[in-house]
């Protein structure tokens, strides 16, 4: 089961509300379903929340050693209550897919993801689950720093808070360690949206002619 879901971001106002935040926003949006309270532990060098759920407790953890030092956060609270890497799930941005999509994996490299990389130092494992919400790519290598550290803009934070709150109805299965099905609602993707509908035919015809008036018949003439 996961015991210790991790967002990734970086701490104060003017990080808030960027695309590198987007997995501070999904464990915000955790913590308000499971009805808990997100608080400064110096110990773990982050915002904390402790949850029971169905008889287990669960761990939230934002960072808040910037991004590139996040593994330092994560370590000190697996290795003190004794959280495997395989009970870890770290939710990031990821630039290679789109706005709305999400997936779900466990393992492999960071992508270049900075955070990934100090966590699997950190944790010395890279065994962990990550949930890679899309924020979508410039499409130029040399603009991706100033593009992640950038505000979406409004269509694109729309898409990325409605796939939030489609993965996160995944919660109860990652909780109870139901991972398989955790990865189908996951990558189910947002629904496609319908096609317009056409309009009826017309089955009524073409309007009819108006009728001709009746002729009248001229007065007969008196006879002379």
């Not at 501070?24 to 929340?49: I, P, Q």
């Not at 949850?51 to 287990?56: F, I, P, Q």
């Amino acid at each position: 089961m996961i015991r210790l879901f991790v967002g990734l971001g970086n701490p104060g106002p003017e990080y808030e509300a960027t695309r590198h935040n987007a997995g501070f926003w999904w464990v915000d949006a955790l913590a308000a379903k499971l009805g808990a309270r997100l608080v400064a532990e110096r110990s773990w060098h982050g915002h904390v929340a402790r949850a029971n759920v169905a008889g287990s407790t669960v761990w939230l953890l934002q960072p808040m050693t910037f991004m590139n030092r996040s593994g330092q956060s994560v370590a000190a609270l697996a290795r003190f209550y004794k959280i495997a890497p395989a009970e870890v799930l770290v939710v990031h941005d990821e630039l290679d897919l789109a706005p709305g999509q999400a997936k779900l994996k466990c393992g492999g490299g960071s992508g270049g993801h900075n955070g990934l990389k100090d966590i699997h130092a950190q944790l010395g494992s890279a065994d962990f689950w990550r949930l890679r919400l899309g924020i979508g790519h410039p499409g130029v290598k040399a603009e991706v720093i100033d593009y992640v550290l950038r505000k979406p803009s409004p269509e694109q934070r729309e898409a990325i808070l409605a796939s939030i709150e489609r993965t996160l109805a995944a919660s109860p299965e990652l909780i109870a360690g139901e991972m398989e099905r955790a990865t189908m609602k996951i990558h189910a993707g947002p629904p496609r949206p319908r096609p317009p509908r056409k309009p009826a035919p017309d089955v009524s015809g073409p309007p009819s002619a108006p009728a001709a008036p009746a002729a009248s018949n001229p007065p007969a003439e008196d006879p002379p």
